[in-house]
């Protein structure tokens, strides 16, 4: 079993910043990738970032010269820096995770947190 937990999400006026912190424990072989993801009011859940196994990074259009995603090997964490803070970035932000189970890392498992609110405005 494997548990992601955010933090880092609260209030923040335009063009304003935030840092969201995801630590994935538990039963861990490797981890094939960590993302975010976002959600806002009556809108389908989109990718926002993702970091993959060998450092290749993926972003929305939207935030890609704003948010930088980056992690931390030895705590299997990820982080999401994001600067320039629009109110259309308002969302519930998510952590996610496809991590290999042990003892060898071949069975593959994918993991959602709880979610962290985001709010940009002034």
């Known amino acids: 079993q494997v548990q992601l937990v955010e933090s880092g999400g609260g209030l923040v006026q335009p063009g304003g910043s935030l840092r969201l912190s995801c630590a994935a424990s538990g039963s861990i072989f490797s981890i094939y990738h960590m993302g975010w993801y976002r959600q806002a009011p009556g809108k389908q859940r989109e990718l926002v970032a993702l970091f993959i196994s060998g450092g290749r990074t993926n972003y929305a259009d939207s935030v890609k010269d704003r948010f930088t995603i980056s992690r931390d090997n030895a705590k299997n964490t990820i982080y999401l820096q994001m600067t320039s803070l629009k109110p259309e970035d308002t969302a519930v932000y998510y952590c996610?995770?496809?991590?290999?189970?042990?003892?060898?890392?071949?069975?593959?498992?994918?993991?959602w947190g709880q979610g962290t609110q985001v709010t940009v405005s002034s």
């Open positions: 996610k995770a496809r991590i290999g189970a042990p003892p060898s890392g071949a069975r593959l498992y994918e993991y």
